[in-house]
């Protein structure tokens, strides 16, 4: 039985040329208008959500890049701890360039506020139910429609299409 090829969306790079600064001008908004509804929502500064951020991606780096990753977790079922991922204070600082001590400092406020805990010495990560508290304001839905969204202009615009 033939496999059937995943049809994708690619950039047309004449047609995004022809509309890049209203491109740009989207993209732009999207990229900071997600993250500051999350900052928002979790009533911190920039540096502070840049760190949470950073310990939530590593929360679920593990499972999303297992091949293939298990589909009993594909929702908004909490990860269970031998799933989820971690990162160290090294890691933040070096990711984001600032100094290790700065980190120390975010990671005790945002454990103090129960946002990241660290089940293994030196290891980061947050606790069960962050995409459920996230969800419950349809933050990452947002995100989902944003990007769609986003996606539909640039095929309007003939700066992108769908590959053959």
């Given at each position: 039985?033939?496999?059937?090829?995943r049809?994708?969306i690619?950039?047309?790079?004449e047609?995004?040329?022809?509309?890049?600064?209203?491109?740009?001008?989207?993209?732009?908004?999207?990229?900071l208008?997600?993250p500051?509804?999350?900052?928002?929502?979790?009533?911190?500064r920039?540096?502070?959500?840049?760190?949470?951020l950073?310990?939530?991606?590593?929360?679920?780096?593990?499972?999303?890049?297992?091949?293939?990753?298990?589909?009993?977790?594909?929702?908004?079922t909490?990860?269970?701890?031998?799933?989820?991922?971690?990162?160290?204070?090294?890691?933040?600082?070096?990711?984001?360039?600032?100094?290790?001590?700065t980190?120390?400092?975010?990671?005790?406020?945002?454990?103090?506020?129960?946002?990241?805990?660290?089940?293994?010495?030196?290891?980061?990560?947050?606790?069960?139910?962050m995409?459920?508290?996230?969800?419950?304001?349809?933050i990452?839905?947002?995100?989902?429609?944003?990007?769609?969204?986003?996606?539909?202009?640039?095929?309007?615009?003939?700066?992108?299409?769908?590959?053959?």
């Amino acid at each position: 039985m033939p496999r059937h090829r995943r049809r994708k969306i690619v950039l047309v790079e004449e047609g995004y040329l022809a509309v890049e600064r209203l491109l740009a001008y989207d993209v732009g908004r999207h990229v900071l208008g997600v993250p500051l509804a999350m900052q928002q929502r979790f009533g911190l500064r920039a540096e502070p959500f840049q760190i949470l951020l950073l310990v939530m991606l590593s929360s679920d780096q593990r499972y999303v890049r297992a091949t293939p990753p298990d589909p009993a977790y594909l929702d908004r079922t909490s990860l269970p701890a031998a799933l989820s991922g971690a990162v160290s204070r090294r890691r933040i600082a070096d990711a984001l360039n600032i100094p290790v001590e700065t980190v120390r400092r975010r990671v005790q406020d945002l454990m103090a506020r129960g946002l990241v805990i660290e089940p293994r010495q030196g290891q980061l990560t947050t606790p069960a139910g962050m995409l459920q508290l996230l969800a419950v304001e349809k933050i990452p839905q947002s995100a989902a429609e944003e990007s769609i969204a986003f996606v539909n202009l640039m095929l309007l615009h003939g700066a992108a299409r769908l590959d053959e």
